[in-house]
């Protein structure tokens, strides 16, 4: 499977949308300067979020950016089916496109239930799991 860049930078925004306190709202540009993301990118990818559903948007100096459910209704395969389609594919093909002697044929069926699987699990974690902290161990501690 691959993450794009644009996926990777939508759920980091939301992440830090997740943990801003009091309701408060973010522009683009703070959002971006704040978290290392590319400006542009981040105001196409809020737009887009928006469109979906999973933000909205107040204008003037007090307005910005604010999540528009709690981070415990927003699946991440919300946020993947925006911009990569959540798919497995063999040689350029879906699985079940590929062509198997019988003794290798289960693979299909492997790799058909793998990609289930892989759509099931991020169908079922949230925004609220995701930033709970201590439910992922940091890259590198062990």
Same mark, same amino acid.
């Given at each position: 499977?691959?993450?794009?860049?644009?996926?990777?930078?939508?759920?980091?925004?939301?992440?830090?949308?997740?943990?801003?306190?009091?309701?408060?709202?973010?522009?683009?540009?703070?959002?971006?300067?704040?978290?290392?993301?590319?400006?542009?990118?981040?105001?196409?990818?809020?737009?887009? #979020? +928006?469109?979906?559903?999973? @933000?909205?948007?107040?204008?003037?100096?007090?307005?910005?950016?604010? %999540?528009?459910? $709690?981070?415990?209704?927003?699946?991440?395969?919300?946020?993947?089916?925006?911009?990569?389609?959540?798919?497995?594919?063999?040689?350029?093909?879906?699985?079940?496109?590929?062509?198997?002697?019988?003794?290798?044929?289960?693979?299909?069926?492997?790799? #058909? +239930?793998?990609?289930?699987? @892989?759509?099931?699990?991020?169908?079922?974690?949230?925004?609220?799991? %995701?930033?709970? $902290?201590?439910?992922?161990?940091?890259?590198?501690?062990?």
């Amino acid at each position: 499977m691959y993450i794009s860049a644009k996926t990777d930078y939508a759920v980091r925004a939301l992440m830090a949308l997740a943990h801003e306190r009091d309701d408060r709202r973010m522009h683009a540009a703070a959002l971006a300067r704040d978290h290392g993301m590319p400006v542009t990118s981040v105001e196409q990818i809020l737009t887009d #979020l +928006r469109r979906h559903g999973l @933000l909205t948007l107040q204008r003037g100096p007090e307005g910005g950016y604010q %999540l528009a459910k $709690v981070p415990s209704e927003i699946r991440l395969g919300e946020v993947f089916r925006i911009y990569d389609a959540v798919q497995l594919e063999v040689h350029g093909n879906p699985p079940e496109h590929v062509g198997y002697s019988p003794q290798f044929a289960s693979l299909a069926g492997f790799y #058909l +239930r793998f990609r289930e699987t @892989l759509i099931g699990y991020i169908d079922s974690v949230t925004l609220a799991d %995701l930033v709970d $902290v201590r439910a992922w161990p940091a890259v590198g501690s062990g």
